[in-house]
């Protein structure tokens, strides 16, 4: 099997500091925690940014003092997020895929279909989907496709024939949000077996199934994203005290599974990103 890459979701958009204390938020704490993570056996980073205040944001210079703080620490991958917050519009998602030169980020996500997302909708339409590929292509940037439920693959299949992506790409499978695909062995298994030939993915599993579904993705050959985005405790009850500690409980996990942990460097090959 091949290492596995091992994504840190470090912020995202819905977790509060009233839900735990040690969620980063300004780039010299994501740049800590993200140093902590690529020591820990993590490749790559997906990442959010906030406001002084909190709330969360796209924006664009928000990202570039994030990336420019992660990047003096560390060498791990840059992924951000085109995904935003439930409401925001396609210019706010985007803010990332503005940025150029040494502040480029090194993959985006492509939601690609509007779902349920706990109490809320994440809105996608297909012509914002089209428009945010557009964007990631026009960045040189290749996509995560997010798949939050089935036929989001499908979808991937029409992007590709309209000539919006290309295949085989690499997924990430979502399971476990509210109103959408179930954090299921099943699931995972429908959905690895269901993506285009000579694609890759990674699962991003939520909440209490977060750290098991490492095990279930070492031993199919998948990769695993974990990380306060999807999971702030570390076992039952018990805050984690940064995204470094999940990302070291999974490579603990993944390697336990007879797996390898990807570094940024071949993380780069084995998702094809130049
Ligand atoms: N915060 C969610 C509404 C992404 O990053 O691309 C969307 C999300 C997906 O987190
Ligand atoms: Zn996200």
């Given at each position: 099997?091949?290492?596995?890459?091992?994504?840190?979701?470090?912020?995202?958009?819905?977790?509060?500091?009233?839900?735990?204390?040690?969620?980063?938020?300004?780039?010299?704490?994501?740049?800590?925690?993200?140093?902590?993570?690529?020591?820990?056996?993590?490749?790559?980073?997906?990442?959010?940014?906030?406001?002084?205040?909190?709330?969360?944001?796209?924006?664009?210079?928000?990202?570039?003092?994030?990336?420019?703080a992660?990047?003096k620490?560390?060498d791990?991958?840059?992924?951000?997020?085109?995904?935003?917050a439930?409401?925001?519009?396609?210019?706010?998602?985007?803010?990332?895929?503005?940025?150029?030169?040494?502040?480029?980020?090194?993959?985006a996500?492509?939601t690609?279909?509007?779902?349920?997302?706990?109490?809320?909708?994440?809105?996608?339409?297909?012509?914002?989907?089209?428009?945010?590929?557009?964007?990631?292509?026009?960045?040189?940037?290749?996509?995560?496709?997010?798949?939050?439920?089935?036929?989001?693959?499908?979808?991937?299949?029409?992007?590709?024939?309209?000539?919006?992506?290309?295949?085989?790409?690499?997924?990430?499978?979502?399971?476990?949000?509210?109103?959408a695909?179930?954090?299921?062995?099943?699931?995972?298994?429908?959905?690895?077996?269901?993506?285009?030939?000579?694609?890759?993915?990674?699962?991003?599993?939520?909440?209490?199934?977060?750290?098991?579904?490492?095990?279930?993705?070492?031993?199919?050959?998948?990769?695993?994203?974990?990380?306060?985005?999807?999971?702030?405790?570390i076992?039952?009850?018990?805050?984690?005290?940064?995204?470094?500690?999940?990302?070291?409980?999974?490579?603990?996990?993944?390697?336990?599974?007879?797996?390898?942990?990807?570094?940024?460097?071949?993380?780069?090959?084995?998702?094809?990103?130049?």
């Open positions: 099997m091949s290492p596995m890459v091992l994504t840190a979701a470090m912020v995202g958009a819905e977790v509060t500091r009233e839900q735990t204390p040690y969620l980063p938020m300004t780039a010299d704490e994501i740049a800590e925690d993200a140093a902590k993570c690529r020591e820990a056996g993590a490749a790559m980073v997906h990442l959010h940014v906030r406001t002084a205040d909190g709330k969360p944001s796209q924006d664009a210079e928000l990202f570039r003092a994030a990336i420019r992660i990047r620490k560390c791990v991958l840059v992924q951000v997020s085109t995904g935003g439930v409401g925001m519009g396609v210019d706010e998602r985007c803010g990332g895929l503005t940025l150029t030169g040494a502040d480029r980020p090194d993959m996500t492509l690609t279909g509007t779902v349920n997302f706990g109490p809320d909708v994440f809105s996608n339409p297909r012509p914002l989907v089209r428009e945010i590929a557009t964007r990631i292509k026009g960045a040189g940037l290749k996509p995560e496709i997010e798949c939050f439920d089935v036929g989001m693959i499908d979808e991937a299949r029409a992007l590709a024939k309209e000539g919006f992506i290309e295949l085989p790409a690499h997924f990430d499978f979502v399971l476990g949000v509210g109103g695909l179930a954090a299921d062995e099943r699931a995972l298994d429908f959905m690895r077996s269901y993506v285009p030939d000579g694609s890759t993915w990674t699962c991003a599993a939520m909440g209490r199934h977060q750290l098991p579904f490492v095990e279930l993705v070492a031993e199919r050959g998948g990769n695993s994203r974990v990380g306060m985005e999807d999971n702030i405790f076992s039952k009850g018990v805050l984690a005290k940064g995204n470094y500690e999940l990302v070291a409980e999974a490579a603990k996990r993944a390697k336990a599974k007879g797996r390898t942990l990807a570094t940024p460097q071949q993380a780069r090959e084995l998702l094809g990103l130049s």
